[in-house]
């Protein structure tokens, strides 16, 4: 299958979404099947400090890589974006699709398709590029990006890693060159107020079998060095419903 990820430099995929946007559409999709927010919404929601204006989304895969696929799950009325996980090794050759399937069902770990750098500038674009929208509609924002990183503690340490973990925090230059490039395509921009802080949360995505004392250091990490809101991602199918169902229900309540 293919597997080769092709991106478009943000002014283009602005220009792109502000012309189809005059037309009654964005991505060749309609304005009428778009989320519509209201300010008396029921499901609105909290979470990390930070409100949400539906507690639905879009998990770390693929498609939540390009600027455009977030740019139009967020349309669709998804506020809490999972963005694709990150790792150090970011080029090596992984047999897709990454669900390999014969009798049973297994997940091939460690698929990656964009560059560590690439994936940071298509983040930093969907951000921008959703506070132009939410300008735009007259939408708050109400969004939350969350940072998916893997896959063990040595390469979260690595400099490649710590590099995007740090400019996720604060991308206060990357979002001013932006900026300056797209203020005569949507000279408003300038009065938008775009957060440096791209995301202060982060899921922990590791493999199966990883030890616990392994998944606690990483844990740990990501909390005192990056002060991230951190949550761990679980691998209940392997334990069997049993067991999962003790852990949740008689351990942790």
Known sequence: MQDKLHIFPIDKVLKWMLSEEKEGRIFGYYNDLFFKPTVNDPFKVERYNQPLAAPLGVAAGPHTQLS????????????YIELKTVQVLDEIEVAK?????????????????LKIEESLDQYIDAWILLHILSDKLGY?????????????????K???????????????????????KLKKIYPRITDIKIPHEISN????????GCPPDEIEAIA???????????AV???PTILGKEKLSEILNDKLG
């Open 97 to 113: 699709p990454c669900i390999d399937m014969y009798d049973e069902g297994y997940n091939c770990e460690w698929s990656q398709e």
């Open 201 to 208: 949360n982060v899921t922990l995505s590791t493999m199966h």
């Open 220 to 230: 740990k990490y990501l909390m005192n060095e990056y002060k991230f809101h951190t």
């Open 68 to 79: 455009q696929n977030i740019v139009l799950s967020w349309l669709f009325g998804a506020r």
């Open 140 to 156: 708050d924002l109400e969004t939350i990006f969350n940072i998916s990183v893997g896959y063990d503690l040595k390469g979260i």
């Open 233 to 235: 991602k679980l691998n």
């Open 158 to 180: 690595s400099e490649k890693v710590d590099s995007f973990l740090r400019k996720m925090k604060n991308a206060t230059n990357e979002i001013r060159g932006k900026i300056e």
